[in-house]
């Protein structure tokens, strides 16, 4: 009895860490006069339109997608006068963050305790690094995302390539939110989607092949029907597309000099985030290297190297872009401090 008193006390102590540093480093925080960054008072902006009634891409312009302005939307219910109902959203992401974290820290440490106070490692490298700037980027939104596929990826391969039905149908919810906040961040969940459905083809598991593509198809399908059924309703579908899908693809430039030119370009820009962060990129591949458990190094590499090369679809990296790394950088982390614990 004892002891679950404890460990709810440093869980609600956790979660109180967790809101305070979102206080001292998110601008949308009480703390801050105002949110100084023009990205979040422009999403606001989209958010506090929708709730009124206007229909993105037709009435009012923006290339992000139609659910980070349903996010800010939600804000705007708390207070469409200041920034306090983004904070709330804000904080809310963190804790889902802190939450798989902590989840994935189970793995390498035995002690839930320990497991549970490394995993504010989670959201304090999400804000504590460069890439966050000052809150509000859809890269923030989809990390506790990446944090839950790294998390299902260590899960896979510990219970033998199997998975409950239930989270291939949320893994599939989870693609429709990256794919409907800004697609370009979708690479570490195609990852991980391809490499189980040819670790089950090549395992012959043609019940559990056709489950997890059928539960991953439905979960993201259906929602995502919803999504684009409303946009034509309001006769916006066609400017959802060209806004959302073409106006991105072309928004920060295209290289029109030939096949090998667009080739150096792309491997230029392969390169770059991992140019602006190049220590931690040092310590994630270093981390992932000696990583053993569930012996799902590979995975996890191909995953964080996906995410980098599906940014480059976009021809531009912005600094911001780099966020979606942190959450393997976070793993790394985990397999370092448990490697020097056993040495």
Do not use: C
């Not at 023009?38 to 009124?52: E, H, I, K």
């Not at 993105?56 to 200041?82: C, N």
């Not at 804790?95 to 304090?124: C, Q, R, T």
Request: hydrophobic fraction near 60%; avoid cysteine; aromatic fraction near 16%.
């Amino acid at each position: 009895m004892t002891k679950k008193i404890g460990r709810i006390i440093l869980i609600v102590v956790m979660i109180m860490l967790v809101i305070g540093l979102s206080l001292v480093t998110m601008s949308a925080s009480p703390l801050y006069r105002t949110n100084q960054w023009v990205d979040t008072n422009a999403m606001f902006s989209m958010g506090r339109a929708l709730a009124s009634g206007m229909v993105p891409y037709r009435d009012i312009v923006e290339q992000r997608g139609p659910l980070m302005f349903g996010l800010f939307a939600i804000a705007s219910f708390i207070s469409k006068t200041s920034f306090i109902g983004v904070f709330v959203i804000e904080v809310i992401n963190a804790l889902i963050v802190y939450f798989f974290a902590g989840k994935i820290a189970a793995f390498y440490f035995d002690n839930k305790n320990v497991a549970s106070v490394l995993g504010l490692l989670g959201p304090g490298v999400m804000v504590g690094t460069h890439a966050f700037e000052l809150g509000g980027a859809p890269e923030e939104f989809a990390s506790p995302v990446i944090m839950g596929f790294i998390y299902l990826a260590f899960l896979w391969q510990r219970q033998n390539k199997q998975l409950r039905p239930w989270l291939y149908l949320i893994a599939g919810f989870g693609l429709f939110y990256v794919f409907w906040v800004k697609y370009a961040m979708i690479g570490a969940l195609i990852i991980f989607f391809l490499y189980v459905g040819f670790g089950l083809l090549a395992d012959r598991n043609w019940r559990g092949l056709f489950m997890a593509v059928g539960l991953s198809l439905i979960g993201f399908l259906v929602p995502s029907a919803v999504v684009l059924g409303v946009f034509y309703q309001h006769h916006a579908l066609q400017s959802l597309i060209d806004v959302y899908f073409k106006m991105n693809m072309m928004a920060y430039g295209e290289n029109q000099n030939g096949m090998i030119s667009q080739l150096v370009n792309s491997l230029g820009l392969f390169a770059e985030p991992i140019n602006q962060h190049w220590l931690i990129t040092a310590i994630t591949v270093v981390g992932l290297v000696l990583t053993k458990i569930g012996r799902q190094r590979s995975m996890l590499f191909m995953m964080f190297f996906g995410t980098v090369a599906m940014l480059v679809l976009t021809h531009f990296v912005r600094e911001y872009y780099v966020l979606l790394l942190m959450p393997f950088f976070v793993v790394a982390l985990f397999q370092l401090f448990a490697w020097l614990i056993n040495w």
